[in-house]
């Protein structure tokens, strides 16, 4: 799959972070003195906005969010259009229509999209329905709940307008049936059966927005949901801060409360970067069978500086900003071979 590949020569994007100086006022000899404080603080730098960042190589959907930023719209209207065309991609076995089933040959979608007020949308379990990230969208926009889940996410869906459809292709039916042959269920993801979309975006108001989409852990338990979908683990925004969004094993990320975290770091004054590289030193602290799946993070702050992080190699993901959209590779933690 395209976004598999892996580019070689993508660096890291610039963070552009200083150490600042801050005056602090001290009373130890009943004096007020100023003394010199290092903290780490983000540059002056204009915000580098409009932007787009999603987890994957996902040229078409960083593109299609990126146009409708373009047309001056919203980062909500970007994100949910963005993710809707790896959604829309029967050959994305991880998302939307072509997903890889449950055990029992059920594809079950989880997504969720937040706005710039905090605002939350999401389903999980929904069946049938090729773009669970607009059904997020209603549940948010049209419902005085945050989460629908199940039937009742595919019957609400229905009821806006959403027409049902199968979303077994015959190469997802194909590979479910070869896994039956032994039918292992080892509830591990590895580093090559998982792509969850997470997507950011950042309007020309400078406004951010996210969304997340998946069809989660292939063979999963029926009824199982992962990460993806869940307020502060899949994704988080904060308007004033910025946002995150992970890819990987969901039980891990669950765990920790991932993309929460890392905008909790950034409000603290840590980089995009330091922020993702501390969500997953804290999975590794909590599990130490981490050399067995992958967690990946990506991150945005509000001057449009991202960060990436991973316990493994090949997680990769794709900025669109400054008029270039292009996929880079992600430093990881687990550098033994
Ligand atoms: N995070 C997703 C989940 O656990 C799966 C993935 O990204 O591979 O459902």
């Keep these: 799959m395209k976004r598999r590949k892996f580019i070689q020569n993508a660096a890291l994007t610039g963070l552009g972070l200083t150490v600042g100086t801050a005056l602090t006022a001290c009373a130890d000899d009943g004096k007020s ?41 919203s980062s909500l209207d970007a994100v949910e259009q963005g993710v809707m065309v790896e959604e829309a991609d029967v050959n994305n076995q991880s998302v939307g229509k072509g997903g890889l089933p449950d055990r029992d040959g059920n594809v079950t979608l989880d997504a969720c999209i937040m706005n710039k007020e905090g605002d939350y949308g999401a389903v999980v379990c929904i069946e049938n329905i090729k773009h669970p990230i607009s059904v997020a969208r209603k549940v948010m926009e049209d419902t005085p709940h945050v989460l629908l889940a199940g039937n ?9 307008g959403f027409k049902p459809e199968n979303l077994l292709t015959e190469a997802s039916k194909k590979a479910w ?12 993801i590895n580093v090559e059966n998982h792509d969850t979309i997470g997507m950011l975006a950042i309007d020309k108001n400078g406004d951010i927005s996210g ?55 950034m409000r603290q004054g840590k980089s995009p970067q330091e922020a993702c590289e501390e969500a997953v030193k804290r999975v590794i602290k909590k599990s130490p069978n981490y050399k067995d799946f992958q967690v990946g993070y990506i ?20 900025i669109y900003q400054n008029d270039e959209n292009k996929n880079h590779k992600s430093n990881y933690y687990n550098k033994t071979k």
């Design 33 to 73: 003195k100023e003394k010199a404080v290092a903290t780490t603080t983000n540059s002056d730098a204009k915000p580098i906005i409009p932007m787009v960042i999603a987890t994957w190589n996902v040229p078409n959907a960083t593109k299609k969010a990126w146009d409708v930023l373009q047309e001056g719209k």
């Design 152 to 160: 009742g996410a595919k019957q609400f869906a229905i009821k806006s």
């Design 177 to 188: 049936e070869k896994w039956k042959v032994e039918a292992k269920y080892k509830p591990i």
């Design 211 to 265: 969304a997340c989409t998946t069809s989660g852990l292939s063979y999963k338990m029926q009824g199982r949901v992962g990460d993806s979908a869940i307020i502060g683990s899949g994704l988080f925004i904060d308007n004033e801060i910025g946002g995150a969004t992970a890819t990987g094993m969901g039980e891990e990320v669950l765990k920790t409360v991932g993309s929460f975290l890392i905008v909790e770091l």
């Design 299 to 318: 991150a945005v702050n509000k001057k449009g500086e991202t960060g990436a992080y991973c316990i493994h190699e090949w997680f990769n993901y794709t």
